[in-house]
């Protein structure tokens, strides 16, 4: 069973995220800094999706499922 099947597909999300950002924040309108720190936060955001799938993953291995 899988229980999110959403963050399997990272290159989707990413470029959805890339996107969203490119309309709010036109390439010369958004100042490096804060570009930076979105991205950042973009990176954590995945990082912390990929431990939650090994996380549940991992559960639901040892619960025998």
């Known amino acids: ?13 990413v ?8 309309f709010f924040f036109p390439r010369d309108h958004i100042r490096p800094a804060t570009r930076g720190l979105a991205i950042m936060i973009l990176n954590c955001s995945i990082f912390f999706s990929f431990l939650i799938k ?6 639901n291995v040892t619960l025998g499922r």
């Open 1 to 13: 069973m899988n229980a999110d099947p959403i963050w399997c597909h990272r290159r989707t999300i």
């Open 15 to 22: 470029a959805l995220l890339h996107t969203t950002m490119q």
């Open 54 to 59: 090994g996380a549940l993953l991992i559960r």
